[in-house]
């Protein structure tokens, strides 16, 4: 644990994960952690999670970790700067942004991202004054959006001198506790310690007991307590206090039991105020406390230091708070209630907090009391809380229960002053906003049936619409999805001009372009736009416009298109539609890369990405998508560094985000990444949930299955991604790519079959062939007799799949490869390599040699530079066959022991004495591409370790400059 913050003082990652049952030592150790961190200067924040867990307040422990924050001159600029910058933050600093004043409720779900992002500048700006230690106590109990802005934490605090420690009971994890999900993708990150605290061995506890009571103790008597508490620090503590060193004490065998018996010991008044403490949970104030135990201040403040003498509960002078020592002695205080003692409590607590408590404890006390017209009018002011929390997930879980006990109350419209299809609308909306698609689906559904359309067509419109868009979240427009937007739009009229007309023709029209009707989708995003601009509706207008956009680059418009998209963005960002402005400059983004301009499409999508990060939504779908699009550009381009070092980072910041995981495949397999195997097997789970894993999980899977000469789990994996893609006509142009693979795949498996003499195998590959090459020829008919646009990438495919045809049928066709060269020429780097080789091997079959060793050099060097290190092994092995000099200071298949450039440098740091991390860092490179360098290299060096690998260099001669290497 001290070297946990000695790595943060030296700016390094220092995060970790302490586990262990209840009352093992975790408190304790961690209060020892913040002393000696506050005696070597540190900033230590602490904050513990409430036992209400999911069904209450969010993002508790950082509200009490910040608590105290601001008491420093210092402290109070930097805290003040950032609550002006990002007004969001202030409700969970609310004392310090009473001078700001507090931030509007938020309009949309990327609120959240804002939030986090704050947090996440916060404690960075604070670790340039002092180092930080940030303690998150009892994870196992926290809200939703806890958890998430914790994940958001250790994934993306990459500077800064911060160490996070967050503990939790790892015997309260049942199988399907929300914690699990969270702590197994944690602890896949790199510099993540996880620590289990253990119970005590023999010698541990006796040091621990002599230590507590001050003197030798009898090793008979040690043995005892050690039998009944199992090694456990709080239960062997409570056996000492109970009287266990001097005689053996009768004591209940269960915790709840030893710890009555422990409390028994207090005196009436004691035991009553903490009967009263009990039911508001571990931690209260002492103004509540006073309020609802119902006696004097005196009483009250007696029976309470007798506790504390006790150390049953501990008090804070600097937040008038007590608490209980462990969360167990309250669960055993408050399981003594008897029920009536309980409800009646409850409802003393709901009474007091009426006019300033938090709604979602407030909401609590008056279930827990039955009371039940209240706690369904307090669960709505919860989610309406939790919304201006940037806390979908409890906005939903509140808005959930209010549903579920609905029917229960008499008049529940007049009492929340709405109604049961309203509140169904708006549980939909959260539950989308919180990832829960298909919940939001049936919510809505139920909507829509329960409006009568004929009495209030309006509201049924807007339900309609919302099912819509809900639909659209779930899965591609069906006519179902499209039925549902043509009832919405049906019963708004067109005149006189709505926004509400505005929204539900756009709706219709974004529906109806997904399913590729284009014609009728312009139709109505033109009225949609005529109608946005007539009443001023400037949201629905940049909605229409991007739609309109999104058709005119279908029909091969990009000039057009563009233009629309810019003004989107423009307007869009006149209004204050944030959502809409990222999209729009989105779509820009990715309509330079679908007309193969990948200059320009790495600049907007780096704009869309800074965009994102201006506007806190960085991990909203448009930034995360951004971030994607981005990689693949890089990719294309040849920055495979760059590309994978921004897939990984995508990759370590959203944990569960399959399609993201993917997007690393390309350069994986590209460069032969004994870690693509891996991250293949974690994806094919979620095959069937997401179509964007199945098609990159599926194409990359089958091009490294190819490379690996694995042909059936080639063929397989070319199969099941196009039968995937038969369910949808929008994956027509898609198709191109595993197909083309497949192709490829056959031409491999026609080859190996002429070798053997085996015609039955030469006859299958054959048939297989012509259906792939027929669907990428079909693909690019059906896109053509409606007028869509085909993008060079689409095009360059549907080149190589002719290619790799003829070399399926025996031809070596160096017209076609010619072709396919030039067609990825654009800037595909990798590709056009990998067609060069293709091109080399044809022109070696017919003849012309020196036209076959340029193409052969060109795509080496190619190789050589991305380290693409299948393509490589596969052009020495051309070289070898065909003698074909490699360039003029290589020899025929020959280079410095088999090394490529890039790890002829990695080879020298590595002689050096230099670590992976130092590696990565000299060469601009990620740590993980580093340790595949390093991996490669012991591999073709025929060594085991890095001394190994140094010794052979010197041997060999390979240990200078890289640029004085002989190759």
């Given at each position: ?797 549907l080149a190589r799949a002719e290619a790799e045809f003829a070399r ?160």
């Amino acid at each position: 644990m001290v070297e946990l913050l000695e790595r943060a003082e030296g700016g390094r990652r220092a995060l970790a994960l302490l586990a262990g049952d209840a009352g093992v030592g975790k408190t304790r150790l961690l209060a020892e952690l913040a002393r000696v961190a506050e005696e070597h200067g540190a900033r230590v924040l602490v904050g513990g999670c409430m036992e209400t867990g999911d069904l209450g307040l969010p993002y508790v422990p950082f509200v009490d970790a910040l608590r105290g924050l601001g008491d420093h001159p210092e402290e109070a600029e930097v805290v003040g700067s950032l609550v002006a910058a990002v007004p969001n933050l202030g409700r969970l600093l609310p004392a310090l942004a009473e001078d700001h004043g507090l931030a509007p409720a938020p309009n949309d779900e990327f609120e959240q991202v804002e939030l986090f992002g704050g947090i996440h500048s916060l404690l960075v700006r604070l670790s340039e004054i002092a180092p930080v230690l940030l303690v998150i106590e009892d994870l196992h109990w926290a809200d939703r959006s806890t958890r998430d802005l914790f994940a958001f934490l250790v994934r993306t605090l990459r500077s800064g001198r911060i160490a996070i420690v967050a503990s939790y009971r790892s015997d309260d994890l049942h199988r399907r506790h929300p914690l699990r999900p969270l702590l197994s993708e944690t602890v896949r990150i790199p510099d993540v310690e996880r620590i289990e605290l253990s119970p005590f061995s023999r010698e541990e506890l006796t040091q621990h007991l002599e230590a507590i009571v001050g003197t030798k103790l009898d090793p008979a008597m040690v043995d005892r307590i050690l039998t009944r508490s199992e090694g456990n620090a709080f239960f062997a503590e409570e056996l000492v206090a109970a009287g266990a060193t001097r005689a053996e004490v009768v004591l209940p065998e269960a915790l709840a039991d030893l710890l009555r018996n422990r409390i028994e010991t207090l005196s009436e008044p004691a035991r009553e105020s903490l009967k009263v403490f009990s039911v508001a949970g571990r931690k209260v104030s002492h103004h509540l406390l006073v309020q609802a135990c119902g006696c004097t201040e005196e009483e009250l403040e007696d029976g309470l230091r007798e506790a504390i003498a006790a150390q049953v509960i501990v008090a804070d002078p600097a937040t008038e708070t007590y608490r209980f020592r462990h969360a167990l002695i309250q669960e055993a205080v408050y399981g003594d209630l008897l029920p009536g003692e309980r409800s009646r409590l409850h409802a003393t607590y709901a009474r007091l907090l009426e006019e300033s408590g938090p709604a979602a404890e407030l909401a609590h006390h008056r279930l827990a009391s039955h009371d039940l017209p209240n706690a369904l009018d307090a669960l709505l002011r919860a989610a309406t809380e939790a919304t201006a929390l940037s806390a979908p997930a409890e906005a939903y879980s509140h808005l959930t229960q209010a549903l579920e006990i609905w029917d229960l109350v008499p008049d529940a419209g007049p009492v929340t002053g709405s109604d049961h299809a309203s509140l169904l609308l708006k549980t939909a909306m959260a539950a989308g906003n919180a990832g829960e698609f298909k919940h939001a689906v049936a919510l809505a559904t139920q909507a829509v049936e329960e409006i009568d359309a004929v009495k209030d067509p309006a509201r049924a419109a807007l339900a309609n619409e919302r099912l819509g868009e809900h639909l659209l979240q779930v899965t591609a427009p069906d006519e179902d999805t499209l039925s549902t937007f043509r009832r919405a739009v049906q019963l708004v009229p067109p005149e006189p001009p709505t926004a509400l007309r505005a929204r539900v023709t756009g709706g219709l029209a974004r529906a109806l372009s997904s399913a590729r009707c284009y014609t009728e989708s312009g139709k109505w995003a033109q009225e949609a736009l005529e109608v946005a601009r007539s009443v001023d509706a400037g949201e629905e207008e940049t909605h229409a416009l991007i739609t309109l956009a999104v058709i005119d680059e279908r029909h091969d418009k990009p000039d057009l298109a563009r233009s629309l998209l810019h003004k989107a963005r423009a307007r869009a960002a006149e209004v204050g539609a944030r959502t809409q402005e990222l999209r729009a400059q989105y779509s820009i983004g990715a309509l330079e890369l679908d007309v193969a301009d990948l200059e320009a499409a790495q600049i907007a999508l780096e704009e869309t990405v800074a965009l994102a990060e201006r506007a806190g939504l960085q991990w909203s779908q448009y930034g995360i998508g951004a971030g994607i699009l981005r990689s693949f550009a890089f990719y294309a381009a040849g920055r495979w560094d760059e590309a994978e070092r921004l897939a990984m980072a995508l990759d370590d910041s959203m944990s569960g985000s399959e399609g993201i995981s993917a997007a690393a495949l390309y350069v994986e397999v590209g460069r032969g990444d004994p870690g693509a195997k891996g991250r293949l097997a974690q994806l094919e789970t979620r095959w069937k949930d997401d179509d964007w894993v199945a098609y990159i999980a599926g194409g990359c899977g089958a091009d490294l299955a190819l490379w690996e000469g694995d042909l059936d789990r080639a063929r397989a994996l070319t199969q099941r991604t196009l039968s995937m893609m038969d369910l949808d006509e929008t994956w027509e142009l898609s198709a191109i790519w595993p197909a083309t693979l497949g192709i490829a795949v056959e031409a491999e498996a026609a080859e190996r079959a002429r070798q053997g003499g085996d015609e039955t195998a030469l006859a299958a590959a054959l048939a297989t062939g012509k259906e792939l090459l027929e669907r990428c020829r079909e693909a690019e008919r059906r896109t053509r007799s409606v007028g869509r646009q085909i993008g060079q990438e689409a095009v360059a495919w549907l080149a190589r799949a002719e290619a790799e045809f003829a070399r399926l049928d025996g031809t070596p066709a160096i017209d076609l490869w010619t072709a396919t060269v030039k067609a990825f020429g654009y800037g595909y780097v990798y590709e056009e390599a990998r067609s060069r080789w293709r091109l080399a091997e044809a022109m070696l079959a017919e003849g012309p040699r020196e036209d076959a060793a340029e193409e052969a050099r060109s795509a080496y060097a190619t190789a050589t530079e991305l380290g693409a290190t299948p393509l490589i092994e596969r052009l020495e092995a051309l070289a070898r066959r065909g003698r074909v000099d490699l360039g003029s200071e290589i020899g025929p298949g020959e280079g410095a022991a088999g090394l490529t450039a890039r790890e002829l440098e990695v080879l020298h740091l590595v002689a050096e004495g230099r670590s992976n991390q130092q590696i990565a860092d000299a060469l601009f490179i990620s740590r993980k591409t580093a340790s595949v360098h390093v991996s490669h290299i012991l591999a073709k060096l025929e060594v085991s370790s890095w001394g190994e690998a140094a010794a052979t260099a010197h041997r060999l001669g390979l240990d200078g400059s890289p640029g004085d290497v002989s190759l």
